[in-house]
């Protein structure tokens, strides 16, 4: 059984700060890593994919990966309120589909 | 943008009618997914396709029934709708060209639904 949790939230980070959103996950095997950012109302747009242990950089995202401790987090720098969103972590297992986590809802506060 | 469509967007039914669900997409994508999303839940998988009459179950499967018989249609149908299934349902499809099964993932715009 593949598990993916994440916080909650909702998490509140002041404007222009860097919002940290975390991800654990039980499947060791697990390949794939994604975040998807949902806008209340909308549907999931994904926003970064990271595939090996390390850093991914795109603008102001950075996704970071650790298999060995089977973590994957999301930093968001120079945060805007535009940013405010639920952000959902998911991951993929050698062409299974996605499991997602329940999201962390993120406020950045103006 | 990916062209996926899903119809109807709203719809309120009563306990114990048939209801379905469409998804259409224009990209010619082999994978189509139907996930629902409940608060506190998440995103759960409740069925995939893989090609023209080829499906499977998710994890939440149970009540719900699916067809593909065109590459471009994957119909979700609850043969006889309970207030459990109040939900927004989201198809999916793979962002990817061509065949491939990735998580690299495009929505469509959800439906909500409303069983009473």
């Known amino acids: 059984q593949k598990e993916v949790e994440q916080n909650s939230g909702p998490l509140s980070v002041p404007e222009g700060a860097i919002a940290s959103l975390n991800c654990t996950y039980s499947?060791?095997?697990?390949?794939?890593f994604f975040w998807y950012r949902q806008y209340s109302g909308k549907s999931p747009e994904l926003i970064m994919s990271i595939y090996s242990n390390g850093d991914k950089e795109d603008g102001r995202f950075t996704a970071q990966l650790n298999k060995a401790s089977q973590y994957v987090s999301l930093l968001i720098r120079d945060s805007q309120p535009s940013d405010s969103a639920t952000y959902l972590c998911?991951?993929?297992?050698?062409?299974?589909?996605?499991?997602f986590g329940k999201g962390t809802r993120l406020s950045v506060i103006a | 943008d990916a062209g996926i469509t899903q119809s109807p967007r709203h719809k309120v039914t009563e306990t114990g009618t048939p209801v379905t669900l469409r998804c259409h997409q224009t990209e010619n994508h082999r994978y189509m997914y139907w996930y629902r999303q409940d608060p506190g839940h998440g995103l759960r998988l409740i069925h995939y396709s893989y090609g023209v009459k080829d499906t499977d179950k998710g994890e939440v499967s149970d009540g719900y029934s699916v067809s593909r018989s065109k590459t471009e249609d994957f119909l979700l149908t609850l043969e006889s709708a309970t207030s459990s299934q109040t939900s927004v349902y989201f198809c999916?499809?793979?962002?990817?060209?061509?065949?491939?099964?990735?998580?690299?993932?495009?929505f469509g715009e959800g439906s909500r639904l409303t069983v009473l």
């Open positions: 499947d060791r095997v697990s390949q794939s």
């Open positions: 998911a991951l993929e297992v050698r062409n299974t589909p996605l499991v």
């Open positions: 999916a499809i793979s962002a990817r060209t061509g065949h491939a099964n990735t998580g690299e993932l495009f």
